[in-house]
């Protein structure tokens, strides 16, 4: 069985600009979460989907949003960049009841 | 807002010595609790998933204990190997099943 893959796996924006980032999940697989990980405060959580609904969502800016497709794919998308939005990127998706989360490679993002 | 600790935060050990990673978190009110391990500049890998009603799991050399009361989990990594080197992440999933909360990561290092 494939596992969660994302796309791109490397991506160099500039301030100001936007992007979107790419989550398919292993198939089956009906929640798909997104986190950003940085040197300084390791992983966060961003928000989790689950059947095209977001169910809840980290502390993050308005800037950071995302939707997940009828076929579970979800998108993240982060508008107005910022230098602090460098980060690895990862997307984990879930079957349902054990919760066990399953982990993409990440994209990783650079903001110049 | 649940905290995850770890501790130690690096280790250097030699090859073959048995070891002990801990991690603890300040809301008992959790879904279940992973391991992960990751690689620089990689994924996470999970290793070992303890569900909120069981004790301990056990995968080949890892052994994970939770004490959900206190707010512990413990990893034990016998006999260590060269290939063990990586960061370890304890992660605690909240009680809806939809986030997961980090620690900041144990970096091991086993020499040869």
């Known amino acids: 069985k494939a596992g969660v893959t994302q796309t791109p796996r490397y991506l160099i924006k500039t301030r100001g600009q936007q992007v979107t980032l790419s989550c398919s999940p292993i198939s089956g697989h009906r929640s798909v979460s997104w986190y950003q990980q940085t040197p300084g405060q390791g992983l966060q959580f961003l928000f989790e989907y689950f059947s095209e609904t977001q169910r809840n969502k980290g502390n993050f800016p308005g800037r950071f949003s995302g939707r997940q497709f009828s076929n579970s794919r979800s998108e993240m998308n982060v508008s107005t960049l910022e230098l602090g939005d460098s980060a690895l990127y990862l997307c984990?998706?879930?079957?349902?009841?054990?919760?066990?989360?399953?982990f993409g490679p990440g994209t990783r993002l650079t903001v110049l | 807002k649940q905290e995850v600790t770890q501790i130690p935060a690096a280790l250097s050990v030699p090859e073959g010595e048995n070891l002990v990673l801990n991690c603890s978190f300040t809301d008992s009110a959790i879904y279940n609790l992973q391991w992960f391990r990751q690689d620089p500049g990689k994924g996470l890998t999970s290793l070992l998933l303890i569900q909120s009603s069981q004790r301990e799991q056990t995968s080949g050399r890892l052994n994970a204990s939770l004490d959900k009361s206190s707010g512990r989990s413990t990893l034990y990594i016998a006999a260590s190997q060269p290939g063990d080197s990586a960061t370890y992440l304890c992660a605690v999933l909240d009680q809806a099943g939809t986030a997961l909360f980090f620690g900041k990561g144990t970096t091991l290092s086993v020499s040869s």
């Open positions: 984990a998706s879930s079957q349902g009841t054990s919760g066990e989360q399953f």
